[in-house]
């Protein structure tokens, strides 16, 4: 082991372990590079403790508080006391127009824009052999049932343009 726990012939790190740690964990999220993620940690450093805890305890639990929406597989709150998320439950929804979208994450882009009052199915993920992710890996089988109520009259595909 070099300087502050790295491997010989990796970048030596000025910091702390702790701290360098806590800096490549946040590398490893989406869009966070070297000079967020310092900044991150940095702001960490500096926060109230009671702000580092509470933040620490939402990471924590963050799995255990939510569940899967029995009907789109949309997340949910698994205290929410309802039996359907707040779009499903929602009765101003059109039940009768459904998009399917790949990931959670693409059905809140399309609900920011505020355009869009049907409903919605989240495959949680996509087609991939190569990957060896096959229709059963999918919410498909999900989907066909949701389509033998014979409420939904339109549904709109939109998943990514790949093969």
């Given at each position: 082991m ?11 790190s ?9 800096i ?16 991150l ?21 963050l799995?255990e ?5 029995p009907?789109c597989?949309?997340?949910m ?14 009765p ?6 459904v998009?399917?979208?790949e ?10 824009t ?12 996509r ?6 992710i ?5 919410r ?12 939904i ?11």
């Amino acid at each position: 082991m070099g300087v502050n726990g790295n491997q010989e012939g990796q970048i030596r790190s000025p910091y702390p372990l702790p701290f360098h740690q806590l800096i490549e964990s946040f590398r490893t999220l989406p869009g966070i590079g070297i000079k967020t993620a310092t900044k991150l940690a940095f702001h960490l450093l500096k926060a109230p403790g009671e702000e580092v805890l509470r933040l620490s305890r939402l990471l924590s639990d963050l799995r255990e508080s939510l569940v899967l929406c029995p009907q789109c597989q949309n997340m949910m709150d698994r205290d929410s006391g309802r039996e359907s998320c707040a779009i499903c439950s929602d009765p101003l929804r059109d039940p009768s127009t459904v998009v399917v979208v790949e990931d959670v994450q693409t059905l809140y882009a399309i609900e920011r824009t505020g355009e869009f009052r049907g409903k919605y199915h989240v495959l949680l993920g996509r087609l991939s052999p190569l990957e060896g992710i096959g229709p059963d890996a999918l919410r498909i089988r999900e989907l066909l049932e949701r389509t033998k109520t014979g409420e939904i009259h339109e549904m709109i595909l939109a998943t990514s343009p790949t093969v």
